[in-house]
């Protein structure tokens, strides 16, 4: 059974930390990938099929999921290939119901009642095509967009199912979809800065 829900607002909250100071976070998002080695296996080898700057978003995607159970609190056991296999064909099967993606997906993938920790895949479909992209990030199609989150989704079931939250642990036990608005993407003009002197 799943655990109680990490919050939407918590999450949102975390994701937008660690996109603004990723260095501050990256020691720890090594370590996660390192202690999940199945798991960043299993996303390893499955990002082979993709263009290689998405197959890295794919990657730094996965430690931005496991971050978040980190940072929640608890313990987290190393995942058993039976448990990536187990999700991954969950996953498999949910994917022939809700493909195509059109503008009745997340609404599809929404009514999806055993999926773990649906605020983090709702944060997920966000940032893949939702969020305006900065310039220093990977824009990809619709297309590669799908696979990440159909790996990612993969990635929460597996973590889910090995994490033990602390004994303080007070998650939501229900879901009803948070509406958090994307953030535009700081615009990059010539113009100077107000503190430095214009050329006359």
């Known amino acids: 059974m799943p655990n109680a829900y990490l919050p939407r607002e918590l999450v949102h909250l975390w994701s937008e930390a660690i996109g603004e100071d990723p260095e501050q976070h990256s020691t720890s998002l090594t370590r996660l990938l390192r202690d999940q080695r199945r798991l960043t296996r299993f996303i390893g080898e499955n990002q082979e099929s993709m263009a290689p700057a998405t197959g890295g978003v794919c990657m ?3 430690g931005v999921v496991a ?6 609190g608890g313990r987290m056991r190393s995942a058993t290939w039976a448990q990536v296999r187990q999700s991954q064909a969950k996953v498999q099967a949910a994917a022939m119901e809700l ?9 599809r993938l929404r009514q999806v009642e055993w999926r773990a920790q649906p605020h983090i895949l709702d944060e997920t479909l966000m940032a893949l095509f939702e969020k305006e ?4 990030e990977v824009d990809v199609s619709d297309e590669e967009a799908l696979k990440l989150f159909f790996l990612i989704w993969v990635a929460v079931e597996v973590l889910d199912g090995n994490w033990r939250p602390p004994k303080s642990w007070q998650g939501l036990t229900e879901y009803s979809y948070v509406h958090i608005e994307p953030e535009v993407a700081d615009e990059v003009t ?11």
């Not at 493909?99 to 609404?107: Q, R, T």
């Not at 992209?133 to 220093?136: G, L």
């Not at 113009?191 to 006359?200: K, S």
């Open 190 to 200: 010539d113009e100077p800065d107000e503190d430095e002197p214009g050329e006359e």
């Open 99 to 107: 493909l195509p993606y059109d503008e009745g997906f997340a609404s």
């Open 67 to 72: 971050r978040f159970f980190d940072l929640a």
């Open 60 to 62: 730094y995607l996965f």
């Open 133 to 136: 992209k900065r310039d220093d």
